[in-house]
């Protein structure tokens, strides 16, 4: 069994714009940093110029303000049911970038009442520890996983630069080459009959082929 999965790093945020300005303290300095006006433009442009846009039958979302939003403007007007998930929160958990630490489910349900959140503390579980890769593989793979045992096919992953990077590339990049914002990186997954992940490869399409008219 195969699934495509379109990979879509969130607009640009607060954090992204800081970070040339203020340097890494910005992560540390800004709990869940939300989208700037850039990157709302750029979830809208990605939901006028997307070709495969309406052949997405599942979201899902990282549970962070940049990325819900970034899924709510790419999906506007699309009846697409759309699942957050903490395991698709950017690397690190843990430790002092809370940019990274979401707001508590109560207040992201009344914010996002079309969103589905399933299977959430109110509060995210964060350590004093910052998350190793080796805990950050293991989120991973608990995605991979967990999109086995749905049935659709055709997926839109909304989530961030570092853990994108690294499921698809075993790269955690930085601000200096960093993955595009609101661009689907499209990757083709096998699964066994088990509904078991085996293997992943990206699609090296054209960029404008399926992207603009």
Sequence with gaps: ME???YCIRHGYALHNKL????GPRTYS???DTPLLEKGFNQAKTLNKTWKELKDIQLVIVSPCQRTLDTAT????NINVPTVAKDFLIEYPLGGNEICNKRKDITDL???YPYIQFEDFP???IW???RETKIELNNRIEHLLDWIGTRRETRIAIVSHSSFIGQMKDGIIG???HELKHCHPYKIKAKYSHEKKFISMKETKETEEMKLYN
């Design 3 to 5: 699934k495509t999965l």
């Design 19 to 22: 970070f040339f300005e203020i």
């Design 29 to 31: 300095e800004y709990r």
């Design 73 to 76: 403007f790419i999906f506007q």
């Design 109 to 111: 349900k009344y914010m």
């Design 122 to 124: 109110n509060k995210l």
């Design 127 to 129: 350590s004093n520890e």
């Design 174 to 176: 930085d601000e200096n």
